[in-house]
């Protein structure tokens, strides 16, 4: 069987993109990162997939500043289709994606977020949880649907929130166990082994 083709969407830095490709790399996932697109024209993460050799553009949406709707959305989803993209990984990709990319990659486009979702979903996750005062957090990673980080759950990772911390280092400790934990969610839907019951993900 040929390795999946994967597309990547970025809104900045890039370190969750960047760790799918080393993962590819490195044969811990059996799939190729065949495009990555941001949202922001100088993202850092657009360099830094052109320093691991992975073809990156910008796509930056003419109408919204929050979603990713209309045009704008059918014109990701074509760029991914001609690159011969099957699965899309969201990584940091900061607006909600909507129509028509959602109908084009049906119960295929993922998402890490950095909380134990349903808890802090939006945007600075991390200091939300730090600020609520929870002792435990982590990430998540889910499928798309049209809700905001609302899809059914594939992965999640817990992280101790400790009393020293401040929302900069419970993200950075968060962001570690991002890395890891994408990889293993996205080998897990590529692989096939699973099922949706309603809001379920199951191995099969
Ligand atoms: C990551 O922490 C990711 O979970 C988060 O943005 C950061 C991007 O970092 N995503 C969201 O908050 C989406 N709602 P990265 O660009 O270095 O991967």
């Known amino acids: 069987m040929s390795r999946k083709r994967i597309g990547i ?3 900045g830095r890039g370190s969750n ?3 799918l490709i080393v993962a590819c790399r490195e044969g811990r996932l059996d799939a190729e990162v ?3 697109l941001s949202d922001v024209a100088d993202a850092e993460g657009l360099e830094r997939a052109e320093n691991l050799d992975v073809p990156a553009r910008a796509i930056v949406p003419k109408k919204y500043r929050t979603k990713l709707d209309g045009d704008d959305a059918r014109a990701y989803a074509e760029a991914f289709r001609e690159a011969g993209v099957e699965f899309i990984c969201l990584a940091g990709f900061m607006r909600i994606v909507k129509a028509p990319l959602l109908e084009a990659f049906p119960g295929r486009i993922l998402n890490i977020h950095p909380s134990l979702l349903p808890s802090f979903p939006g945007l600075e996750a991390q200091r939300q949880a730090w600020e609520h005062g929870v002792k435990f957090s982590g990430c998540t ?3 798309v649907d049209a809700s905001l980080d609302g ?3 594939i992965a999640q990772r817990i ?3 400790l009393d020293d911390d401040t ?4 993200a950075e400790r968060i962001l570690t166990e991002e890395h890891e934990l994408y990889a293993e969610a996205v080998g897990k839907v590529l692989s096939g082994r699973y ?3 309603g809001r379920r993900v199951v191995r099969t």
């Open 141 to 143: 990673v889910h499928f």
């Open 167 to 170: 929302a900069e280092t419970l």
């Open 159 to 161: 992280v101790p929130v």
């Open 195 to 197: 099922r949706v019951m």
């Open 34 to 36: 065949a495009l990555v």
């Open 17 to 19: 993109m960047a760790a």
């Open 9 to 11: 969407m970025i809104s």
């Open 151 to 153: 899809g059914p759950i």
